[in-house]
């Protein structure tokens, strides 16, 4: 029996999520059934975590076991042939007995992009969060820093989620712009809660409109879900941008 490590990346504009679903197309679905096609036997993977309906993903990570003997170097090469155009197997690896691409993940980074669309940009709309007026960097970024180290993100938690610790440890979280009116949200963490991204970035949003103080943020991690006002930032602004399966360590200065 070997197990296998996958990286994929999605456009998950036409699907309902990551995981698998039984009426209707999840990316579960799709890469199971081309992977039991490919090595001849009935396949389940795990994935490194969900993504909602409208989400994309840069790396995502897959595990599964297989008695394929299918050489290694073949796996990306041959899914890539039959998988839809928008679903990428972007690395194949053997990985060790026992892998488990959710249980061992040490960190994720996830990355929100925010375009400034006075008219609505029709060939951007299934990727960005197009807003109208345009928010102010600075005031982004000092919400943003209050986020780092460990908090208890229960009222940035959406209701339906998986029960887990809402207490996560965030690495790094910061803005950035690009050219006049693109705005790229960065947070990478130990773990995130549902709609945990989408939820901070609504607020952080308000904030960079002028609606409401930078740190209010701080105000809202000591409160629960419904004593503040909040709302999960659109799907298709959201990707899962990196799967780490190694401590984080802190980069030095440049």
Same mark, same amino acid.
């Given at each position: 029996?070997?197990?296998?490590?996958?990286?994929? =990346?999605?456009?998950?504009?036409?699907?309902?999520?990551?995981?698998?679903?039984?009426?209707?197309?999840?990316? !579960? &679905?799709?890469?199971?059934?081309?992977?039991?096609?490919?090595?001849?036997?009935?396949?389940?993977?795990?994935?490194?975590?969900?993504?909602?309906?409208?989400?994309?993903?840069?790396? !995502?990570?897959?595990?599964?076991?297989?008695?394929?003997?299918? @050489?290694?170097?073949?796996?990306?090469?041959?899914? &890539?042939?039959?998988?839809?155009?928008?679903?990428?197997?972007?690395?194949?690896?053997?990985?060790?007995?026992?892998?488990?691409?959710?249980?061992?993940?040490?960190?994720?980074?996830?990355?929100?992009?925010?375009?400034?669309?006075?008219? @609505?940009?029709?060939?951007?709309?299934? $990727?960005?969060?197009?807003?109208?007026?345009?928010?102010?960097?600075?005031?982004?970024? *000092?919400?943003?820093?209050?986020?780092?180290?460990?908090?208890?993100?229960?009222?940035?938690? /959406?209701?339906?989620? #998986?029960?887990?610790?809402?207490?996560?440890?965030? $690495?790094? /979280?910061?803005?950035?712009?690009?050219? *006049?009116?693109?705005?790229?949200?960065?947070?990478?963490?130990?773990?995130?809660? +549902?709609?945990?991204?989408? &939820?901070?970035?609504? =607020?952080?949003? !308000?904030?960079?409109?002028?609606?409401?103080?930078?740190?209010?943020?701080?105000?809202?991690?000591?409160?629960?879900?419904?004593?503040?006002? &909040?709302?999960?930032?659109? @799907? !298709?602004?959201? +990707?899962?941008?990196? #799967?780490?399966?190694?401590? $984080?360590?802190?980069?030095?200065?440049?």
């Amino acid at each position: 029996m070997r197990t296998l490590k996958l990286t994929i =990346s999605y456009d998950g504009t036409g699907y309902s999520g990551f995981q698998r679903l039984t009426n209707r197309k999840g990316i !579960q &679905n799709i890469i199971e059934a081309k992977l039991s096609h490919l090595l001849k036997e009935s396949v389940q993977v795990a994935g490194s975590g969900r993504t909602d309906a409208g989400v994309h993903a840069r790396c !995502q990570v897959v595990s599964l076991e297989t008695e394929s003997r299918i @050489p290694i170097d073949r796996v990306a090469i041959a899914m &890539n042939s039959i998988l839809p155009g928008d679903i990428r197997v972007l690395l194949a690896e053997e990985a060790p007995s026992g892998f488990h691409a959710r249980k061992d993940v040490c960190w994720k980074e996830y990355e929100y992009i925010v375009q400034h669309t006075p008219v @609505p940009d029709p060939f951007s709309s299934h $990727y960005v969060w197009q807003l109208k007026e345009k928010p102010g960097l600075e005031s982004l970024n *000092e919400a943003a820093r209050l986020l780092v180290g460990t908090h208890n993100f229960k009222g940035f938690r /959406s209701s339906g989620s #998986v029960e887990s610790s809402p207490i996560k440890t965030i $690495y790094y /979280s910061a803005w950035e712009q690009q050219g *006049e009116n693109r705005f790229i949200y960065r947070i990478g963490g130990s773990g995130f809660v +549902y709609h945990m991204v989408r &939820n901070l970035v609504w =607020s952080m949003i !308000q904030i960079g409109l002028g609606r409401k103080e930078p740190d209010s943020i701080a105000r809202e991690l000591l409160a629960a879900r419904g004593e503040f006002e &909040n709302s999960p930032a659109p @799907p !298709q602004g959201l +990707y899962l941008a990196k #799967v780490s399966y190694e401590p $984080y360590v802190e980069k030095e200065p440049s």
